[in-house]
């Protein structure tokens, strides 16, 4: 099974970019679709963004579009979000997800993540 670790949270001010990394282990990278989710304080977990595991298909929360880019390179095992634009309520933990056994150019639904990183903290303040 994979293993996930985020990197790249932290302290930005409203308007900032920030991008955050999550490298896998343990398995092979590009049998899994990968996603990013986020949890704020006092609120439920939702999905960010999602990318297939020929990273041919994206999807992403209708908060975030324009906004965000989830990318991933099956050579080094890694996804990334790239955050522009970031306003105070994206303040949460930001976690990496994956999901197997899915087909090539699927982004599975939310619920389908089987695997979980950490999450790392990002802070946007205004």
């Known amino acids: 099974q994979v293993q996930l670790v985020e990197s790249g949270g932290g302290l930005v001010q409203a308007g900032g970019s920030l991008r955050l990394s999550c490298a896998a282990s343990?398995?092979?990278?590009?049998?899994?679709?990968m996603a990013w989710f986020r949890q704020a304080p006092g609120k439920e977990r939702e999905s960010v963004a999602g990318?297939?595991?020929?990273?041919?298909?994206?999807n992403y929360a209708d908060s975030v579009k324009g906004r965000f880019t989830i990318s991933r390179d099956n050579a080094k095992n890694t996804v990334s979000l790239q955050m522009t634009s970031l306003k105070p309520d994206d303040t949460a933990v930001y976690y990496c997800?994956?999901?197997?056994?899915?087909?090539?150019?699927?982004?599975?639904?939310?619920?389908?993540?089987?695997?979980w990183g950490q999450g790392t903290q990002v802070t946007v303040s205004s």
């Open positions: 343990g398995d092979t990278f590009n049998r899994y679709a």
């Open positions: 990318i297939s595991r020929n990273g041919g298909t994206t």
């Open positions: 997800a994956a999901a197997a056994a899915v087909g090539r150019s699927y982004v599975p639904a939310p619920n389908q993540y089987d695997y």
